[in-house]
Protein backbone atom coordinates (compact mmCIF):
# COMPACT_ATOMS: atom_id res chain seq x y z
CA UNK A 1 0.00 0.00 0.00
CA UNK A 2 1.07 3.52 -0.89
CA UNK A 3 -0.09 6.08 1.76
CA UNK A 4 -0.09 9.95 1.59
CA UNK A 5 0.44 11.44 4.68
CA UNK A 6 -0.32 15.20 5.19
CA UNK A 7 -0.08 16.84 7.96
CA UNK A 8 -1.16 20.46 8.10
CA UNK A 9 -0.70 22.13 11.99
CA UNK A 10 1.37 25.02 12.47
CA UNK A 11 2.60 23.68 15.56
CA UNK A 12 5.38 21.09 16.25
CA UNK A 13 6.08 19.23 19.12
CA UNK A 14 2.79 20.49 20.38
CA UNK A 15 0.16 19.20 18.02
CA UNK A 16 -2.14 16.87 18.85
CA UNK A 17 -3.27 16.80 14.96
CA UNK A 18 0.81 15.39 13.99
CA UNK A 19 1.20 13.32 17.34
CA UNK A 20 -2.54 11.16 15.86
CA UNK A 21 -1.41 10.81 12.84
CA UNK A 22 2.39 9.46 13.59
CA UNK A 23 0.36 7.38 15.64
CA UNK A 24 -2.30 6.34 13.04
CA UNK A 25 0.71 5.90 10.16
CA UNK A 26 3.16 3.37 13.45
CA UNK A 27 -0.56 1.61 13.34
CA UNK A 28 -0.42 0.87 10.43
CA UNK A 29 2.85 -0.18 9.56
CA UNK A 30 2.73 -2.54 12.31
CA UNK A 31 -0.41 -4.15 10.55
CA UNK A 32 1.52 -3.57 6.79
CA UNK A 33 5.22 -3.73 6.59
CA UNK A 34 5.22 -3.08 2.98
CA UNK A 35 3.74 0.29 3.96
CA UNK A 36 5.20 3.23 1.46
CA UNK A 37 4.76 6.78 2.76
CA UNK A 38 4.80 9.88 0.80
CA UNK A 39 4.69 12.86 3.17
CA UNK A 40 4.14 16.36 2.93
CA UNK A 41 3.40 18.64 5.78
CA UNK A 42 2.00 21.79 4.00
CA UNK A 43 2.34 23.98 6.68
CA UNK A 44 6.32 24.42 5.58
CA UNK A 45 5.45 23.44 1.82
CA UNK A 46 2.46 25.51 1.29
CA UNK A 47 1.14 25.17 -2.12
CA UNK A 48 0.58 28.88 -3.73
CA UNK A 49 -2.59 30.64 -3.33
CA UNK A 50 -4.42 30.92 -6.31
CA UNK A 51 -3.92 34.10 -8.16
CA UNK A 52 -4.82 35.33 -11.19
CA UNK A 53 -2.35 33.46 -13.54
CA UNK A 54 -4.08 30.25 -12.03
CA UNK A 55 -6.83 30.37 -12.23
CA UNK A 56 -6.39 31.78 -15.88
CA UNK A 57 -4.31 28.76 -16.83
CA UNK A 58 -6.60 25.85 -15.26
CA UNK A 59 -9.05 26.71 -17.23
CA UNK A 60 -7.43 27.30 -20.30
CA UNK A 61 -7.24 23.91 -22.81
CA UNK A 62 -3.96 22.10 -21.87
CA UNK A 63 -3.27 22.23 -25.72
CA UNK A 64 -3.33 26.41 -25.31
CA UNK A 65 -1.39 26.85 -22.68
CA UNK A 66 1.71 29.12 -22.98
CA UNK A 67 5.24 28.18 -21.09
CA UNK A 68 4.09 30.79 -18.60
CA UNK A 69 0.62 29.02 -17.89
CA UNK A 70 2.73 25.49 -17.56
CA UNK A 71 5.25 26.73 -15.07
CA UNK A 72 2.42 28.03 -13.11
CA UNK A 73 1.08 24.86 -13.41
CA UNK A 74 3.83 23.04 -12.92
CA UNK A 75 3.79 22.28 -8.84
CA UNK A 76 -0.11 21.76 -8.76
CA UNK A 77 -0.03 18.98 -11.87
CA UNK A 78 2.78 17.48 -9.53
CA UNK A 79 1.14 17.42 -6.55
CA UNK A 80 -2.06 15.69 -8.21
CA UNK A 81 -0.16 13.00 -9.46
CA UNK A 82 1.51 12.27 -6.27
CA UNK A 83 -1.64 12.33 -4.87
CA UNK A 84 -3.62 10.47 -7.38
CA UNK A 85 -0.80 7.97 -7.22
CA UNK A 86 -1.59 6.87 -3.29
CA UNK A 87 -3.17 3.96 -2.58
CA UNK A 88 -4.76 5.86 0.73
CA UNK A 89 -4.52 8.92 2.20
CA UNK A 90 -4.53 10.48 5.58
CA UNK A 91 -4.77 14.26 6.46
CA UNK A 92 -3.98 15.48 9.80
CA UNK A 93 -4.93 18.65 10.95
CA UNK A 94 -6.19 21.29 14.05
CA UNK A 95 -9.92 22.97 13.52
CA UNK A 96 -8.93 26.85 13.40
CA UNK A 97 -11.96 29.29 13.90
CA UNK A 98 -14.68 26.09 13.47
CA UNK A 99 -12.47 25.34 9.83
CA UNK A 100 -9.47 24.10 8.31
CA UNK A 101 -6.23 25.56 8.07
CA UNK A 102 -5.17 28.36 5.58
CA UNK A 103 -2.44 25.90 4.59
CA UNK A 104 -4.69 22.85 3.72
CA UNK A 105 -7.41 25.12 1.94
CA UNK A 106 -4.32 25.98 -0.71
CA UNK A 107 -3.61 22.06 -1.17
CA UNK A 108 -7.31 21.59 -1.85
CA UNK A 109 -7.59 23.95 -4.50
CA UNK A 110 -4.17 22.50 -5.73
CA UNK A 111 -5.19 19.09 -6.14
CA UNK A 112 -8.92 19.96 -7.60
CA UNK A 113 -8.46 20.24 -11.25
CA UNK A 114 -10.34 19.76 -14.25
CA UNK A 115 -9.07 16.94 -16.05
CA UNK A 116 -7.08 15.87 -13.71
CA UNK A 117 -8.79 15.03 -10.59
CA UNK A 118 -12.14 15.14 -11.23
CA UNK A 119 -13.81 14.79 -15.15
CA UNK A 120 -16.65 14.78 -16.79
CA UNK A 121 -18.55 12.41 -17.87
CA UNK A 122 -20.38 11.77 -21.38
CA UNK A 123 -23.49 12.41 -19.17
CA UNK A 124 -22.05 16.03 -17.85
CA UNK A 125 -21.84 14.70 -14.52
CA UNK A 126 -18.55 14.97 -12.56
CA UNK A 127 -16.41 12.19 -12.13
CA UNK A 128 -14.13 12.32 -9.29
CA UNK A 129 -10.90 10.55 -9.54
CA UNK A 130 -10.16 10.07 -6.23
CA UNK A 131 -12.58 6.72 -5.88
CA UNK A 132 -11.78 3.86 -4.28
CA UNK A 133 -9.12 5.66 -2.44
CA UNK A 134 -8.95 5.16 1.03
CA UNK A 135 -9.52 8.46 2.87
CA UNK A 136 -8.90 9.02 6.60
CA UNK A 137 -9.38 12.76 8.23
CA UNK A 138 -7.89 13.00 11.66
CA UNK A 139 -8.53 16.06 12.86
CA UNK A 140 -7.71 18.30 16.82
CA UNK A 141 -10.69 20.54 18.17
CA UNK A 142 -10.32 22.73 21.35
CA UNK A 143 -14.20 22.80 21.64
CA UNK A 144 -16.74 19.90 21.49
CA UNK A 145 -18.43 19.60 18.47
CA UNK A 146 -19.69 16.43 18.66
CA UNK A 147 -24.14 15.94 17.93
CA UNK A 148 -25.79 16.99 21.15
CA UNK A 149 -23.07 19.78 22.57
CA UNK A 150 -23.37 23.73 22.49
CA UNK A 151 -21.16 24.10 19.93
CA UNK A 152 -21.93 21.28 17.38
CA UNK A 153 -23.54 23.26 14.98
CA UNK A 154 -20.48 25.55 14.61
CA UNK A 155 -18.39 22.86 13.07
CA UNK A 156 -18.24 23.96 9.49
CA UNK A 157 -14.35 21.41 9.03
CA UNK A 158 -16.36 18.36 8.55
CA UNK A 159 -18.74 19.47 5.91
CA UNK A 160 -16.03 21.16 4.09
CA UNK A 161 -13.71 17.99 3.91
CA UNK A 162 -16.78 15.50 3.24
CA UNK A 163 -17.89 18.16 0.23
CA UNK A 164 -14.36 19.14 -1.55
CA UNK A 165 -13.24 15.39 -1.77
CA UNK A 166 -16.45 14.29 -2.32
CA UNK A 167 -16.64 16.15 -5.19
CA UNK A 168 -13.40 14.73 -6.28
CA UNK A 169 -15.04 11.00 -6.14
CA UNK A 170 -14.22 10.41 -2.05
CA UNK A 171 -17.89 9.00 -0.91
CA UNK A 172 -17.00 7.94 1.98
CA UNK A 173 -14.18 9.51 4.29
CA UNK A 174 -13.32 8.12 7.70
CA UNK A 175 -13.14 10.84 10.43
CA UNK A 176 -11.37 10.63 13.59
CA UNK A 177 -12.25 13.63 15.89
CA UNK A 178 -9.95 14.19 18.73
CA UNK A 179 -12.29 16.48 20.91
CA UNK A 180 -12.27 18.84 23.06
CA UNK A 181 -8.54 19.38 23.89
CA UNK A 182 -7.78 23.12 24.40
CA UNK A 183 -10.74 24.04 26.26
CA UNK A 184 -11.29 21.41 28.39
CA UNK A 185 -9.57 20.35 31.59
CA UNK A 186 -6.97 17.70 31.57
CA UNK A 187 -8.74 14.85 32.57
CA UNK A 188 -11.69 15.61 29.37
CA UNK A 189 -8.10 16.00 27.71
CA UNK A 190 -7.12 12.66 28.05
CA UNK A 191 -9.90 11.23 27.85
CA UNK A 192 -10.37 12.56 23.89
CA UNK A 193 -7.04 11.72 23.11
CA UNK A 194 -7.43 7.93 24.79
CA UNK A 195 -10.71 7.68 21.96
CA UNK A 196 -8.72 9.07 19.52
CA UNK A 197 -6.45 6.53 19.86
CA UNK A 198 -9.00 3.57 20.11
CA UNK A 199 -10.61 4.81 16.77
CA UNK A 200 -7.22 5.29 14.98
CA UNK A 201 -6.18 1.72 15.71
CA UNK A 202 -9.64 0.07 14.73
CA UNK A 203 -8.97 1.96 11.16
CA UNK A 204 -5.39 1.10 10.90
CA UNK A 205 -6.29 -2.64 11.72
CA UNK A 206 -9.13 -2.18 8.84
CA UNK A 207 -6.96 -0.96 6.27
CA UNK A 208 -3.63 -3.26 6.94
CA UNK A 209 -6.32 -6.13 6.80
CA UNK A 210 -7.31 -5.04 3.73
CA UNK A 211 -3.88 -4.01 1.97
CA UNK A 212 -2.51 -7.34 3.07
CA UNK A 213 -5.20 -9.20 1.30
CA UNK A 214 -5.17 -7.53 -1.50
CA UNK A 215 -0.73 -8.36 -1.46
CA UNK A 216 -1.96 -11.77 -1.37
CA UNK A 217 -4.49 -11.97 -4.08
CA UNK A 218 -1.72 -10.03 -6.57
CA UNK A 219 0.65 -12.33 -5.81
CA UNK A 220 -1.59 -15.53 -5.97
CA UNK A 221 -2.04 -13.55 -9.53
CA UNK A 222 1.65 -13.30 -10.27
CA UNK A 223 2.17 -17.18 -9.51
CA UNK A 224 -0.54 -18.33 -11.77
CA UNK A 225 0.54 -16.14 -13.88
CA UNK A 226 4.13 -17.64 -14.02
CA UNK A 227 3.42 -21.30 -13.91
CA UNK A 228 1.34 -20.25 -17.06
CA UNK A 229 4.22 -19.40 -18.65
CA UNK A 230 6.67 -21.72 -17.64
CA UNK A 231 3.86 -24.57 -19.20
CA UNK A 232 3.71 -22.52 -22.44
CA UNK A 233 7.48 -23.09 -22.77
CA UNK A 234 7.64 -26.32 -21.80
Known amino acids: MKLMHVDASAKRERSNSRALSRFFVERLRAGHPDLEVDYLDVSVDTPSH ?12 PHERTPAMKARLAASDALCQRVLAADALVFAMPMYNWSMPSAFKTFVDAI ?47 PALNAAFGFLGVAAP ?9 FANQEARAE ?21 AASHANNADAAQHEDADSEMTQ
Do not use: C
Not at 139 to 150: N, V
Not at 199 to 210: D, G, H, T
Open 174 to 182: AFVDAQPLQ
Open 192 to 212: ALERARDELSAVAASWANSAN
Open 50 to 61: VDEAFAIAIYAA
Open 112 to 158: SRAGVTYKHGDDGRIVGQLAGKKVLFITSRGADLRPGSPYASMDALT
